[in-house]
């Protein structure tokens, strides 16, 4: 891995963060207040090329790989992190399409959601069950050439607009888990009302009732019975762009930091001479870099889809330590500002509040953790 960005990964980084500074940041409180992101600005963002960054050309991308698309949602998301929250929602749906789907299903929904002419949704998590989704209890019942699906989805990202869901159920006569792939508010399909939560508020979260809702067995993605290596290589995928959306809460609050040590002023001096606001500006320095290089690493693994095996094992690591860095440092930066900090004006209280989001989405960390130790004992493949 390359420790600089070479010329592409440049352009990109560049685009992403004029589009975030001049574009993105005009939302920033209609999309707070609203609990949305607005149809024009997700337009922006993909007339801007950003949703195709890690798709081949053939599909309308740009083909400039994940360690780019990374620095797109750090860019995103030093300026709005609830957007780069549910746009990295829709590109991991047409991740998952590109890896596991046939090519009819690619052609149908790759080059659209490069366009950005919808907004895709991964539903797992249920009220039972979360971080561990072998216990999903969605129900899948065929007839003919059709599924029947029943249950609840919990806390789904997207679920309101229309666009395709890749949605996973348990089959009622095999009970293996099978992954589908459907139109969102169709019959049988409803969503409760966004749920209330302490940051992203951006980006809503819904429950999604299933009432007999049916779908074709061409809808369905990879094989019948075959859906649990699809979840997990397609959150693998997501919890990488997950990393660097919360490397842009860090990058900020830190941003935020240094400028408010540098002007605050105590006995008439800068308060960044005090040794205790070095101790916490390095310490947020040292961790918000470790982040990034991980993440980084991780985006360089995520090209190569026949890698998915050994990512699966580092994503839920490093997806644990960037959550914690996130929440560490955010914190850190809000104590820097002192009350200050805890204001909206300041707004390290938002990121502090978004990077909060951070342990409990995609897995919870510990459970993270205990995967990543399980794996790593349990196998002959060194991770480093
Ligand atoms: C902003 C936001 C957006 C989200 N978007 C989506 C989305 O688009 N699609 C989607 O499907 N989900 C989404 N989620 C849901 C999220 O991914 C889950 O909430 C998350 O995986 C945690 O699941 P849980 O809440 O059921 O917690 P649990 O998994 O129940 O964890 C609760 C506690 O139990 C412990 N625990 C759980 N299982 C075990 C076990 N087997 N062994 C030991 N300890 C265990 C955990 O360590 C944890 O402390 C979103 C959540 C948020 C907050």
């Not at 839920?316 to 004006?345: C, H, P, Q, R």
């Amino acid at each position: 891995m390359e420790f600089r960005l070479n010329e592409i990964q440049q352009i990109v980084q560049d685009t992403a963060r004029e589009i975030a500074t001049k574009e993105i940041t005009k939302y920033v409180d209609e999309i707070e207040k609203t609990h949305s992101v607005p149809e024009a600005l997700m337009k922006t963002i993909a007339d801007a090329g950003i949703p195709g960054i890690p798709f081949a050309e053939a599909y309308g991308g740009v083909d400039a790989g994940y360690i780019a698309m990374s620095c797109a949602y750090e860019e995103i998301a030093k300026v709005c992190p609830s957007v780069s929250v549910s746009l990295l929602v829709c590109i991991s749906f047409l991740e998952a399409v590109k890896n596991y789907g046939n090519e009819e299903q690619i052609k149908k929904y790759v080059p659209a959601g490069i366009r950005g002419e919808f907004r895709g949704s991964l539903a797992f998590t249920e009220p039972g069950t979360g971080s561990d989704p072998k216990q999903i209890t969605t129900t899948a019942k065929k007839e003919g050439e059709y599924y029947i699906l029943n249950g609840t989805k919990r806390f789904i990202t997207n679920a309101a607009y229309s666009g395709p869901i890749l949605l996973f159920a348990r089959d009622s006569e095999t009970q293996s888990i099978t992954a589908f792939v459907f139109d969102k508010l169709g019959e049988g399909y409803s969503t409760s009302t966004p749920w209330d939560v302490v940051g992203m508020r951006g980006s809503a979260i819904y429950d999604v009732f299933l009432d007999n809702v049916k779908v074709h067995e061409s809808g369905i993605l990879g094989k019948p019975g075959e859906g649990f290596p699809v979840l997990l290589g397609t959150v693998a995928h997501s919890k990488v762009a997950l990393c660097a959306t919360f490397v842009g809460t860090m990058a900020t609050s830190y941003a935020l930091a240094v400028k408010y040590a540098k002007e605050k002023m105590h006995r008439d001096k800068p308060i960044s001479k005090f040794p205790s606001i070095q101790l916490k500006i390095a310490q947020i320095a040292a961790k918000l870099e470790s982040a990034r290089l991980l993440t980084r690493k991780l985006s360089e693994e995520s090209d190569d889809h026949s890698r998915i095996e050994h990512m699966k094992a580092w994503v839920g690591m490093v997806k644990a330590f960037v959550s914690d860095v996130a929440v560490e440092t955010n914190l850190l930066a809000m104590n820097v500002l002192g009350a200050y900090g805890v204001t909206e004006e300041y707004k390290v209280e938002r990121f502090l509040r978004d990077a909060l989001i951070a342990p409990h989405i995609e897995g919870v960390s510990d459970l993270q953790r205990v995967i990543a130790g399980s794996y790593i004992l349990g196998s002959d493949d060194a991770l480093v």
